[in-house]
């Protein structure tokens, strides 16, 4: 098989980046733009020593999951990868991928993966309460908003995103409109000029409260008092500002943030605890899922009142202030500090005085609070980056004998891999559990109960 060939296969599967996966002369072969059960013709652009990358030329014989997507730009847009594949479909290929992982990965046998069903979304679009829209100009100089193309930045036209709230749109026309009126300049990455670079919007779900901030490559914005006052016209409007960003980078945000108008931050709740969210903030995008996800680690985390909890990658303190409601302590740790002054915050306005927040790398803070002060725990939960966790952290809590681990997983290849280093240390896999944080796109979470053998 080689450059150009015209090839035609199955599809079997799908890749880490949404991509399907079939064989041809024993090649696998990658196809984007293809969902489990179509039979097509593709073209081979490149060939590497046991694989390949393929273009879909034409759909032979469609998947029978196959659907017409909601959205007129999902196939040039990098946000969605499977929106033309049936959800239950979706759901059924993501229990799927973590079960496999943890058997391919983990080297568990099918007896040993207490598998729960995965936990979908009723209405599996208009979830995400944050959009970033990169702004910039098209071919005839138009001022366009939108999303990145799949691996580009190249910008694909559109202020309506069927995973985003209404009202994005809205807040988008107001913002080009004035751009327009008063001879704005998008930003242009290529040459580092042009002003607008970003627009950041954020909603409250529960409190229905908005938050508008422009992302510049400068200190001030032209006739800011009249974008502040068209914006304020929008009901719920709470917090309007500047975040100004001069570095030729790809980071989206600076660290400087300018106040317009309101306040400088939104609120917004996870179950019964509230949480105020800025610019700067991690909070979960999905507000649904989010209260199921931390439903489900305080259910595997069997509290009872007398436990001490150590919550580990903790962020602005969402699964701390969750856990603290049923624990006797909570002690969470995280890198980045001003997520820790969230967390902090967040305590305090909901009058949560059990947990107490570490800066610093889970890694080193662990290891040392344990060797100085012997702190034990009952229960620890982690919730790491998609590498998972690291090996000292491992080891750590492998010698601190926690009665239960809870592991919040956004990659299930990493989890497998430390799910089974705690197994082969005395802990059992008892309870596992998919939930669909990111419908439309292949990727996944997971909640895994370890319980300490006796």
Same mark, same amino acid.
């Given at each position: ?9 199955? $599809? ?12 041809? *002369? ?28 393929? /273009? ?35 759901? /059924? ?61 190249? $910008? ?45 919007? /954020? ?23 009249? !974008?502040?006052?068209? !914006? =304020? ?14 570095? =030729?980078?790809?980071?989206?945000? +600076? ?47 069997? !509290? ?10 903790? +962020? ?24 820790? *002054? ?43 980056? =998609?590498? +998972? ?13 926690? *009665? ?51």
């Amino acid at each position: 098989m080689k450059k150009d060939d015209l090839v035609q296969i199955k $599809i079997e599967d799908i890749g880490t980046d949404g991509a399907g996966i079939g064989r041809a *002369d024993g090649i696998t072969l990658f196809v984007k733009d293809t969902i489990i059960g179509d039979t097509v013709e593709a073209k081979v652009m490149k060939m590497k020593k046991t694989y390949g990358y393929a /273009r879909l030329m034409n759909i032979l014989e469609p998947s029978p999951y196959r659907v017409k997507a909601l959205c007129p730009v999902a196939k040039q847009c990098g946000g969605c990868q499977i929106q033309e594949m049936d959800y239950t479909e979706q759901l /059924r290929f993501k229990e799927n991928k973590v079960r496999s992982n943890l058997m391919r990965i983990g080297g568990f046998a099918p007896s040993e993966i207490p598998m729960e069903p995965i936990v979908g979304m009723e209405t599996p679009f208009y979830y995400r309460n944050k959009a970033q829209f990169p702004i910039g100009t098209d071919k005839n100089g138009k001022i366009i908003a939108g999303f990145y193309a799949g691996r580009t930045h190249s $910008i694909i036209s559109n202020r309506k995103c069927c995973l985003g709230v209404d009202v994005n749109e809205e807040i988008l026309n107001i913002i080009i409109d004035h751009m327009e009126q008063n001879h704005i300049t998008a930003y242009d990455e290529e040459t580092g000029k042009g002003l607008v670079r970003h627009v950041l919007i /954020r909603y409250g779900f529960r409190t229905k409260e908005i938050m508008v901030c422009l992302i510049i490559n400068g200190n001030d914005f032209p006739a800011s008092d009249i !974008l502040t006052e068209r !914006l =304020r016209e929008l009901p719920g409007m709470t917090s309007i500002s500047l975040n100004i960003n001069r570095q =030729r980078t790809n980071v989206i945000l +600076g660290k400087e943030v300018k106040l317009l108008w309101g306040k400088p931050y939104i609120e917004d709740y996870i179950g019964n605890v509230k949480y105020q969210i800025s610019p700067l903030s991690f909070f979960q995008v999905n507000p649904v899922q989010t209260e199921k996800l931390y439903g489900l680690a305080l259910e595997y985390a069997g !509290l009872t009142g007398d436990e001490i909890v150590w919550d580990l990658y903790c +962020g602005i303190g969402t699964i701390s202030l969750f856990l603290a409601q049923k624990a006797k302590k909570v002690y969470g740790v995280e890198i980045v500090p001003q997520a820790i *002054d969230d967390a902090c915050r967040n305590a305090k306005i909901n009058d949560i005085r059990n947990a107490q927040f570490y800066v610093g790398k889970a890694e080193e803070i662990l290891p040392e609070v344990y060797k100085k002060h012997r702190i034990r725990a009952n229960v620890i939960v982690v919730d790491p980056p =998609r590498k +998972g966790c690291d090996e000292v952290l491992l080891n750590t809590i492998i010698e601190m004998k926690p *009665d239960r681990v809870v592991y919040v997983s956004c990659d299930s290849a990493t989890l497998a891999r430390d799910l089974r280093i705690l197994c082969n240390n005395g802990y059992e896999l008892t309870r596992c559990r998919a939930v669909d944080q990111f419908p439309m796109s292949v990727h996944v979470e997971t909640v895994a109960l370890l319980v300490k053998k006796r």
